[in-house]
C-alpha cells in the first residue's frame, strides 16, 4: 500500500526558510516520480517541483525557482522541499504525490493529474 505523508509545515515570516518532508511507503523511489504541489484557499493546485527516477531528475514551476529546492534520501524513501525567501503569497496547503515512472511524468511532471497517489498535505502559513 502506497503512503505518503508530509510534514514540516508551520508558521513563519517572510524571509524565512522552512523544509518540508514527505516520508513514503510502499514505493521505491529510483522507480518514482514524486513531486510537491500546494494549494491556496480558492486557488487552482500548482505544482512546484518534482524529482523523477534513478537519475533524479527535477523540475520546478517558474514561480519558485531558485527559491525552492526539491531533493530525496533514498534510504529513508524520504523527499523534500527546502523552501527559502518565503514570501506571504507562499501561504498554502503543500502536498507531496507519486506516481511510477511514466511518459506522461515524464512530459507533465507537474500537472496534478499525473499523479496516482497523494499525502495529506501540511499547512504553510507566511505572515509577520
Known amino acids: 500500500q502506497v503512503q505518503l505523508v508530509e510534514s514540516g509545515g508551520g508558521l513563519v515570516q517572510p524571509g524565512g526558510s522552512l523544509r518540508l518532508s514527505c516520508m513514503t511507503s510502499g514505493i521505491t523511489l529510483n522507480s518514482y516520480a514524486i513531486a510537491w504541489f500546494r494549494q491556496a484557499p480558492g486557488k487552482d493546485r500548482e505544482g512546484v517541483a518534482s524529482i523523477s527516477g534513478a537519475a533524479g531528475g527535477t523540475n520546478y514551476a517558474r514561480s519558485v525557482k531558485g527559491r525552492f529546492t526539491i531533493s530525496r534520501d533514498n534510504a529513508k524513501n524520504t523527499v523534500y522541499l527546502q523552501i527559502n525567501s518565503l514570501k506571504p503569497e507562499d501561504t498554502a496547503t503543500y502536498y507531496c504525490?507519486?506516481?511510477?515512472?511514466?511518459?506522461?511524468?515524464?512530459?507533465?511532471?507537474?500537472?496534478?493529474?499525473?499523479?496516482?497517489?497523494w499525502g495529506r498535505g501540511t499547512q504553510v502559513t507566511v505572515s509577520s
Open positions: 504525490a507519486a506516481v511510477k515512472v511514466t511518459i506522461a511524468s515524464i512530459t507533465s511532471p507537474l500537472n496534478p493529474y499525473t499523479y496516482d497517489y
